[in-house]
């Protein structure tokens, strides 16, 4: 009988403070360091959804792992272990108050905006004749606000530095570090018969030194074309298949919910939560290139206390 992770309290040694995020339980520990529990829990347009899609912690948390490691050439990150396929343990950074998304192809919010008749998105001009699913002339960079709680918010680069929210020196540090991301990212995409669309790098700070943080080209955070039938399924005025969590967000808005006030989140059968899950094991497959070994048997909460406890002697 398997079962999810929703919620932790883990007795870890040495906690300093918790805080839970959308998807992660964060963990800040004694000697600078800090372990993210990476549930499996599941949100969309900001909200987190009452319920769980089995394997999503481990699969994020692996994908994450494989491409913090591929990546650590590129830009400096948090990651120094992962004692559990559920947990990973590193340094603990100073977030800086914005998210960076790159955008390789408009789709997804950007196409929303767009065929709303938005021309410029996060102060990057756009062009007139733009189809769904386009690419891009070079990736672009659409930046938002880190919200605690509640909705992010688009915002420009220059209101970025004007604002103070991130010095100049240390955006321009940022962008050089999140398109250079983006490439490597594309790169294995392409390598493993997929696209990726678009992607959000956060970054933080520690010593004066920008450093990659959280999740890195992750189902949560990117967007997955299958590369074999894109063109064809585009050609066809089909939307193409996607190994992300756009269809989540799409199954959500086709039944009435985008998280705007006063609408209801739909129920999710057990159909549905399979096909959810065999999509990111999917993901999973593809890009790390071997199965997901993964127990859920139970004790999924003990057995990662013991396993960064362990790490932690």
């Not at 040694?13 to 959308?22: A, D, T």
């Not at 950074?93 to 996060?122: D, H, M, N, Q």
């Not at 999710?268 to 065999?278: V, Y």
Request: charge should be negative.
């Amino acid at each position: 009988m398997s079962n999810v992770l929703l919620h932790t309290d883990c007795k870890f040694k040495g906690i300093q403070s918790r805080f839970q995020g959308k998807v992660r339980d964060v963990y800040h520990l004694e000697g600078g360091l800090i372990a993210l529990v990476v549930t499996d829990r599941i949100s969309a347009f900001d909200v987190v959804l009452p319920w769980g899609i089995e394997h999503k912690g481990a699969v994020l948390n692996g994908i994450a792992y494989q491409a913090l490691m591929a990546t650590k050439d590129i830009v400096p990150n948090w990651m120094t272990a992962m004692p559990d396929p559920m947990v990973m343990v590193g340094l603990d950074c100073k977030p800086f108050a914005v998210e960076v998304i790159v955008r390789g192809y408009i789709c997804g919010s950007a196409w929303r905006e767009y065929k709303a008749g938005v021309r410029e998105l996060c102060g990057v001009k756009l062009p007139e004749g733009l189809k769904e699913y386009d690419k891009f002339a070079s990736p672009i960079i659409t930046p938002t606000t880190k919200a605690e709680a509640g909705h992010d918010e688009n915002i420009s680069r220059e209101e970025i530095i004007r604002q103070g929210i991130v010095s100049k020196e240390y955006y321009e540090q940022i962008e050089q570090y999140a398109l250079a991301l983006f490439a490597a990212g594309s790169k294995l995409a392409e390598e493993r018969g997929l696209i990726l669309a678009d992607t959000k790098y956060e970054f933080g700070l520690r010593d004066g030194k920008v450093y990659l943080i959280d999740e890195v080209h992750t189902p949560d955070s990117s967007r997955y074309f299958e590369r074999s039938d894109f063109a064809s399924s585009i050609s066809k005025g089909i939307a193409p298949r996607q190994l992300s969590k756009e269809f989540v967000r799409q199954w959500l808005i086709d039944n009435g919910f985008s998280g705007k006030a006063g609408e209801k989140i739909p129920e999710l059968s057990e159909e549905n939560a399979h096909e959810i899950s065999q999509r990111y094991l999917e993901l999973y497959e593809r890009l790390v290139g071997k199965k997901l070994v993964h127990d859920t048997s139970a004790g999924l909460e003990q057995r990662i206390v013991d396993s960064v406890n362990r790490l932690l002697k």
